[in-house]
Nanobody
Framework: VQLQAFGGGLVQAGGSLRLSCAAS????????MGWFRQAPGKEREFVAA????????YYADSVKGRFTISRDNAKNTVYLQMNNLKPEDTAVYYC???????????????WGQGTLVTVSS
């Protein structure tokens, strides 16, 4: 699976962005997908995950209620809708894929290149 994330940008606090992650490869529809982020000077952290069918999702406490992960298997794409953005959401956001529906970096073998989200106060 090859992944390409896009949709990042500069937004004011309280605003919204939708990230997309386009996947190539026939195994996308059978893969769990995750979003992670890495802020400057910090370690990469889990944001959200979705299982292969879209029937199960999981979120980090810091984004619960503000972010929504979804997928369209017909388009080989996973999305991260981010609402009510805060300056602490500023980071490079990465999408990841694997057969395992996991919540940690080590659960994922395939990674996109990242897209930068900057939230100004």
């Amino acid at each position: 699976v090859q992944l390409q994330a896009f949709g990042g940008g500069l937004v004011q606090a309280g605003g919204s962005l939708r990230l997309s992650c386009a996947a190539s490869g026939r195994t996308f529809s059978r893969s769990a997908m995750g979003w992670f982020r890495q802020a400057p000077g910090k370690e990469r952290e889990f944001v959200a995950a979705i299982n292969w069918s879209g029937g199960s999702t999981y979120y980090a406490d810091s984004v619960k209620g503000r972010f929504t992960i979804s997928r369209d298997n017909a388009k080989n794409t996973v999305y991260l809708q981010m609402n009510n953005l805060k300056p602490e959401d500023t980071a490079v956001y990465y999408c990841a894929a694997d057969q395992v529906y996991g919540l940690v970096i080590g659960d994922y073998d395939y990674w996109g290149q990242g897209t930068l989200v900057t939230v100004s106060s």
